[in-house]
């Protein structure tokens, strides 16, 4: 069977993706593995589940990865989504820390979401259900 045990988001400087997805987001971080170059294999997890799926911040350095980000932006899609328990209070507690938000809390039925601006050069969605 298989299962999803890192996916990643391109990042314009994992420092400050670092600093972005433990200090405001709440992440925690997993692995830190220098790679040579300046670039880390550089992951987090969430607090409630520090065995669970890792989030690798992936330097943007390859040539494709500019226009795709750019792409994804300019049509307002997300690179990401992560669960919250609830969309309002998730948005509350990250606009006071200064996330700038792209889309408010929007219900679409089954699920509502919001859209932020990572720092990082992406959009990330997140989503509850009900």
Known sequence: MLRITVTSVFVDDQAKALDFYTDVLG????NDIPLGGGARWLTVVSAADQDGTELLL?????PAVGPYKDALVADGIPAASFGV????AEFERLSAAGVKFLQEPTDLGTVTVAVFDDTCGNLIQIASTH
């Open 27 to 30: 992440f925690v971080k997993k």
């Open 58 to 62: 992936e330097p943007s350095s390859h």
């Open 85 to 88: 328990e609830n969309v309002a």
